[in-house]
């Protein structure tokens, strides 16, 4: 069994910052960053030390604590060091434990899964921990206090009982052709409603999922477009450097705020601007691959943004919030569109071969970006100390997350109290004639509740929303996919394949409902069709 | 005292099955049958094969098995079902002669050499430390045993009723074994309670055949038996079957008649089959339908009789003479033998290992209706598994269990362990994840390596099926090599139309051409299919879970979860994850306590 070292703190910064070690080498390896551990710690003993990088520079102090095996968390020797919680000192001290050998970064949820597999936490106990940890904002402590929702449970109903009937009548026609003669004939046209509510079922769970792990939002654009005055201005605080000189911000910066109830994590990247060079491709990479992993990216242009340069940076990434940044500089930017043209409401900015924007941004990724899996909350636990910080599958698919499925426990809610509709860029429009356009300015703040609005209404979605994990996601995706391939093989295939993807389908769905597909459709056969001689 | 190796209890379809692959495995066996005459009798329908049936006889035939060849012998009906709804779900069913097909396996059984029938009611299992060791028939006369098949059909604590009348049997005419079901549940053994039914038959002679509608069998069908020869075939002239359909008339009289019904009067307690129900039970639960199909099957070129397929009913004769006759085609029709429900015992399949030996008691066996199925094919091809697996445990030799990737018949026997049965179980090729690989066309090239390995197919035809499986093989790395296999994906091309522009193509036969065309077009759907389900087959589903593991003590298992893995005791934890109700949590569970146990 290798050890496993992670944050067991969220990314931002907060009072105290927890690394955890769980494994054989959990000692030795935090050995390499602490000072002032006896050979042999006491167990569940605190112990006041000093931290230090490679060369035994002292970078802070703070504590730590041992738990040998089997009495710890996971069952495992289990390490803590509690410092403080800057992202950097973090990540440095992370990055030296992490050198020893047999010691890996744990995967998301992996802290949860060893425990739970030496018997230490019940399932029950690992989701209710992990929910509750994970529920960093108010949405998420309703949604994860609410049982399963009558709304949803009607919705997959809604799509179950249509889905099983014509399940039923295809594999009849199959097993007794006889009997049930015919009734597979219009299977095409039974699929069509069916996938479209799959789809919708599907949207309005994955923004749930959003609510459940925090939403990441991405700035980018253009060098110089007030990126980072806006980025602080939406946080509140002066974290991003902000200077009139183009290209001031050199690193990718993020912070956490909460916005109508919806924890977002905020990213500014790097601006670009066009300019050949390795250096300047190495920093496209880097915001490429924040954009990536964004759940919306909001494309900020100077108001002196032409239409190809509009044009090429909406080709980035799909569908992206446009806003025009300096809106102080210029109250009216780009009258009646000549000079970039109007957006469409879908979001496509025309040809994808544009010229890829560059610029002298060469911003680094911050080290804690791709640590944030595990996250504590020692109001989880109180009074023991063993279970003060429990990982939560927070942001991904985890095995762990896939042993969650308790058939009928789904704590899915739909969440009241989002934000209400509202008209895209309505204040945008009446102030400067532009339709569909958010002008904003980070300096003055003019904008802003707009631009606010727009971010969770782009979120939260149109309809209802409904929190549901990660792993349920997935299965509504594969009903999804299943449903698709069943409908185009009812025009090029068999039936036979047509209900075979029906049943990826339907087991698909059973994950989240609970249901016996074996059995169900067995009675479904029988009740549809007189069978028998 | 005599002394075999085998015992075969019962010589009905899982019987002959059964003792026949022990004495060709080179056993000593004796089948023990009430009647000898009776053997291999179909009780019921006329027919062997249908959709999922015909895949288990083809399977059956793979493995070494005799039902697909006697179905040949005896076949005057030849269907091919699903022919439109694609390859892995067509069957075929044959209609045969009762007398026929009866006649066909009982000289089979005869001439087979080690195979000893003897006539006699067995009534107690001799076990020794939980070990079978022999048999006592109810005359007294004992017979040792290293190993014994019970397949005892329908006729454990057999009650028969027709009407009001009840009477004790297994089956018109037969007597009902008693002293065997005392002797089980002595053994500890639970038995629970089945219901079926059979129809009236009717004479041939008093049918207006005129007045109902003709249905011909294929003109050249290919033979079931991969040990029949092509040509000449078939080998009995045909028998044409015919349809009419119950009407008004026939629903009300069956309606102002359910009080006589000892079905609808609680007289029967056991379930009976959903698939086949009586015509009350069809009238009563679809009573909307206007009518219902009557399937009318000659039993055979001498036999006066026709099985009106549909009609299963307990009615008293009266009723049921009133209602036929309603029938259009059957207004002067003449009865030669009432319908009748038939109770019996069951053993709950979950007492079973995979191999269908009994937990309780090792070198025991069961197979057949006794495990709670229904069907000739399925009680056949339990026969065939549980004949070879005795036989394989008295040579020591590793036991014969089949993935459900193989065979739509080790579905049928993983369902009935895993999940137990709560009607008379049927196939379906529904219960099979696999069944788009699981093809009547494929069943050599999936079993008969299988069957040579057990000794019930030769070297010489193992290494046909061998070549043959190459030939398809090598024509589709061919047919991808020249650039046209992507060509024949395409749903508007097929093999045969891809002729004119495939010159080299080199000449193979016909069903050698169907399974080219299959494979080439089903490749995506087939790895689809198997990425979802394969991804659902943990890591740890090889894990043993040891004999006696106490569930009630792992942590946070609910006690239903509890309850229901008691019952089951799965020998392996993908056992477990199959058995019914059992959430993913439960097993997560089970997991970490296993793993707590070893270590």
């Known amino acids: 069994m290798s050890t496993i070292a992670a944050l067991a703190t969220g990314p931002s910064a907060g009072g105290v910052g927890i690394i955890r070690l769980s494994g054989p080498e959990a000692l030795g390896a935090a050995r390499r960053v602490v000072r002032g551990l006896p050979d042999a710690p006491v167990p569940r003993h605190a112990y006041f030390t000093r931290f230090t990088d490679a060369a035994g520079a002292v970078l802070d102090e703070g504590l730590t604590l041992y738990f040998a095996a089997p009495k710890s968390f996971t069952g495992e020797a289990v390490v803590e060091l509690h410092a403080h919680g800057a992202p950097r000192l973090l990540s440095m001290l992370l990055a030296e434990v992490l050198r020893h050998e047999g010691v890996r970064l744990a995967t998301p949820g992996e802290f949860t899964r060893r425990a739970f597999l030496s018997g230490r936490v019940d399932l029950t106990r690992a989701e209710a921990v992990a929910d509750l940890i994970a529920a960093e904002s108010e949405a998420q402590v309703r949604a994860a206090a609410a049982q399963l929702s009558g709304e949803l449970t009607a919705r997959l109903e809604a799509l179950h009982a249509p889905l099983l009937a014509l399940q039923a009548d295809v594999e009849g026609a199959l097993d007794f052709p006889e009997e049930a003669e015919g009734a597979e004939a219009d299977a095409a046209a039974r699929l069509e409603p069916l996938v479209a509510h799959v789809r919708s079922l599907l949207g309005d769970a994955k923004r749930g999922a959003l609510i459940r792990r925090g939403a990441r939002v991405v700035l980018y654009g253009p060098v110089n477009a007030g990126k980072s005055t806006l980025f602080n201005a939406l946080i509140g605080a002066n974290r991003a450097l902000v200077d009139a000189e183009p290209g001031t911000t050199r690193d990718t910066l993020e912070a956490r705020v909460e916005l109508a109830g919806l924890a977002v994590t905020l990213v500014d990247t790097a601006g670009l601007r066009e300019g050949a060079g390795r250096l300047e491709a190495l920093g496209i990479e880097r915001t490429k691959e924040a954009l990536r992993g964004a759940d919306l990216a909001v494309l900020v242009l100077p108001p002196e943004a032409t239409v190809e340069q509009r044009a090429a940076w909406g080709a980035e990434v799909n569908a992206p919030l446009e806003v025009w940044g300096k809106a102080d500089l210029s109250p009216s930017p780009c009258e009646s569109g000549e000079r970039a043209g109007v957006r469409g409401r879908t979001g496509h900015y025309g040809p994808r071969s544009t010229p890829s924007p560059s610029g002298q941004g060469r911003g680094t990724v911050s080290g804690l970006e791709d640590q944030r899996s595990e996250a504590a909350d020692p109001r989880a636990v109180p009074n023991q100390v063993e279970l003060v910080a429990v990982p939560v599958l927070a942001d991904q698919r985890s095995e762990v997350a896939d042993a969650r499925a308790v058939p009928g426990q789904v704590d899915l809610v739909a969440v009241s109290g989002r934000a209400e509709q509202r008209t895209r860029g309505s204040s945008s429009r009446d102030m400067q004639g532009a339709p569909d356009r958010l002008a904003v300015s980070g300096l003055t703040g003019a904008g802003l509740v707009e631009l606010r609005d727009e971010l969770v209404a782009r979120l939260s979605g149109a309809g209802a929303v409904i929190s549901v994990s990660e792993r349920h996601v997935l299965a509504l995706e594969q009903v999804e996919e299943a449903l698709s391939r069943a409908r185009l093989a009812a025009d090029v295939a068999t039936l036979e394949v047509v209900a075979g993807e029906l049943s990826l389908a339907v087991h698909a769905l059973s994950e989240l409902t609970g249901a016996d597909a074996s059995t169900d459709l067995l009675d479904a056969i029988f009740q549809r069709f007189c069978i028998g001689k | 005292m005599e002394s075999y190796d085998v015992i075969v209890v019962g010589l009905g379809h899982a019987g002959c099955e059964a003792a026949l692959a022990c004495a060709r495995m080179g056993l000593s066996t004796l089948g023990l049958t009430m009647r000898a005459d009776r053997i291999a009798l179909m009780s019921c329908n006329p027919a062997i094969g249908g959709t999922a049936k015909g895949h288990l006889v083809r399977e059956l035939d793979a493995l070494g098995g005799e039902m697909a060849r006697a179905a040949d012998q005896a076949g005057t009906h030849f269907v091919t079902l699903n022919g439109s709804k694609g390859p892995a779900v067509r069957a075929t069913r044959v209609l045969c002669e009762r007398d026929v097909y009866a006649e066909v396996m009982q000289a089979t059984v005869r001439a087979q050499a080690r195979l000893t029938v003897v006539e006699g009611e067995a009534s107690v299992l001799e076990v020794e430390g939980a070990r079978v060791v022999g048999v006592t028939l109810q005359d007294g006369r004992r017979f040792a045993a290293r190993a014994v098949v019970v397949t005892t059909g329908t006729f454990l604590q057999a009650l028969m009723h027709l009407g009001d009348e009840k009477s004790v049997g297994g089956r018109l005419g037969d007597a009902a074994a008693t002293g065997l079901s005392v002797s089980l549940r002595a053994l500890g053994f639970s038995l629970g309670r089945f219901k079926t039914g059979t129809p009236a038959r009717l004479l041939k002679d008093s049918i207006d055949w005129a007045r109902c509608e003709r249905q011909p069998g294929e003109v050249s069908p290919r033979p079931f038996s991969l040990r029949t020869p092509r040509a000449p075939f078939p080998l009995r002239a045909p028998l044409d079957c015919f349809v009419t359909h119950t009407n008004a008339q026939t629903h009300g009289i069956l309606r102002d008649n359910l009080h006589a019904s000892p079905l609808f009067q609680g007289e029967i307690v056991g379930r009976g089959p959903r698939y086949c129900p009586s015509v009350e039970d069809k009238v009563v639960r679809f009573a909307h339908r206007a009518r219902h199909t009557v399937f009318l099957e000659p039993e055979g070129h001498q036999s006066p009789l026709v099985y009106p397929a549909g009609l299963s009913t307990s009615m008293p004769a009266e009723v049921q003479l009133r209602f036929l006759r309603s029938i259009v085609g059957l207004e002067e029709v003449q009865v030669a ?42 009680a056949a091809f339990q026969g065939l598994l549980a004949g070879i697996n005795a036989g394989l445990q008295v040579q020591g030799a590793p036991a014969l269990v089949l993935g459900r990737d193989e065979a739509h018949g080790a579905v049928l026997l993983d369902e009935l362990v895993t999940r137990g049965v709560d009607e008379p179980f049927r196939m379906m090729t529904s219960r099979s994840e696999h069944r788009l690989t699981l093809r009547e066309g494929n069943a050599e090239f999936r079993l008969r390596a299988h069957g040579a390995r057990v000794g019930l197919v030769s070297a010489v035809e193992a290494a046909s099926s061998a070549q043959r499986a190459d030939q398809v093989r090598g024509e589709l790395a061919r047919l991808e090599g020249a650039r046209l296999l992507a060509k024949l994906r395409r749903p508007e091309v097929t093999y045969a139309s891809l002729a004119a522009e495939d010159v080299h193509r080199p000449a193979l036969p016909e069903d050698l051409c169907a399974e080219v065309e299959v494979e080439a077009k089903y490749a995506g759907y087939v790895k689809q299919a198997q990425t979802t389900w394969t991804r659902k087959v943990e890591s740890h589903d090889a894990w043993r879970i040891p004999e006696g593991f106490r569930y009630a003590e792992v942590r946070g298992l609910s006690r239903e979860a509890v309850e229901k893995l008691e019952l089951v005791r799965p020998d392996t934890v993908g056992h ?20 707590a146990a070893k270590a």
């Open chain 2, 576 to 595: 477990a994850r199959r058995v019914q109700g059992l959430t993913p949590a439960a097993m997560s569970l089970l997991l970490v306590a296993l793993r």
């Open chain 2, 337 to 378: 033998r009432y319908g009748y429900a038939v109770e019996y015992d069951y053993a709950p399949p979950t007492q079973l290992h995979a191999t269908l030996e009994t937990k309780r008691v090792a070198g025991l066996f069961f197979a057949g209706q006794l495990n709670g199925t229904s069907g000739y094919e399925e």
